[in-house]
Structures are given as C-alpha cells and as structure tokens.
C-alpha cells in the first residue's frame, strides 16, 4: 500500500488477552490529526516493541513469552 505524503501506517503491539491479538495497524492523517483502524495486522503472543527496518519493508517485534 502506498501512503500519501499526509497519511502514515502506525503499528501497536499489545499484550494479547481476550480483546487482543497481537499487532494492530492504523492510518494516520497529518492534516486531520485523524487515526483509522486498519485492524489486525499480525497475530502474535505480546508484541510489547516493534521497530520498522529503515526501507520501510520489514516490521520487527519483540515478543514477551514465559
């Protein structure tokens, strides 16, 4: 997907429980200040600290498992 030069994908990692799976990915608009869920972008365990590769291709988490 390409983004325009106002829009930008974010990622949350989140513990994962009943009401989380994982990763989550949203789009977010510079000129509204506006964010829309895009939904679940991985399913993982804990995704407690993503880094995007600086190409922009390759989404890294660390996950926190026992």
Known sequence: MVESAATHLLYVGTYTGPKS???YA???????GTTETLGLAAKC????????????RFL???NETG
């Open 45 to 56: 365990d804990n995704p407690s600290f993503l880094a995007i590769h600086p190409n922009g």
């Open 60 to 62: 890294y988490a660390v």
């Open 26 to 32: 949203f789009r977010y608009n510079d000129v509204t």
């Open 21 to 23: 799976e994982g990763i």
